[in-house]
């Protein structure tokens, strides 16, 4: 995105406020705005803060995973983007909807430890040709559009 600039990236574990697994798009975009705010506090120096939160949500009796995406500058603006959604099996779906973590159920399903730190589900359920990283990664870049095209985000 800022081919012309250095960059220098610190990843830092901050609470989101929300439930480890958040069960709506509401709660999922609220978890990575204070996962951003959080980063904020615990480091300030810094240009930009980024939250991501995972989360579910349920519409006609199918589940949905995705991924919200939130950046703040230390001028104070901002910038989200959702990722692509997918839909989870009936066997994960059922262990979700009894509250248990999706990282735990991907586990308990596919007999892993910590997928979630490692591929996810999207690694799993795509064998691998799509892994946590690229799943974000365009995400990651529209999020970043109003810091490219700040003329365009100016608010009157």
């Given at each position: 995105?800022?081919?012309?600039?250095?960059?220098?990236?610190?990843?830092?574990?901050?609470?989101?406020?929300?439930?480890?697994?958040?069960?709506?798009?509401?709660?999922?975009?609220?978890?990575?705005?204070q996962r951003a705010k959080n980063a904020q506090e615990a480091s300030p120096e810094a240009d930009f803060w980024v939250g991501i939160e995972g989360g579910v949500a349920t519409e006609n009796q199918e589940m949905e995973v995705f991924a919200w995406i939130y950046v703040l500058s230390k001028a104070g603006k901002s910038g989200k983007s959702r990722t692509a959604n997918f839909y989870l099996p009936p066997q994960i779906q059922k262990l979700v909807a009894q509250g248990i973590e999706l990282g735990t159920a991907d586990d308990m399903v596919f007999k892993q430890e910590n997928s979630k730190q490692q591929g996810g589900s999207v690694g799993i359920l795509t064998d691998g040709n799509i892994d946590r990283t690229a799943y974000y990664q365009t995400s990651m870049i529209l999020a970043l559009i109003p810091f490219l095209k700040e003329s365009l985000y100016v608010v009157e």
């Open positions: 995105m800022f081919p012309n600039k250095e960059w220098e990236f610190q990843g830092i574990s901050v609470p989101s406020g929300v439930a480890d697994q958040p069960m709506s798009q509401e709660e999922t975009l609220h978890g990575a705005v």
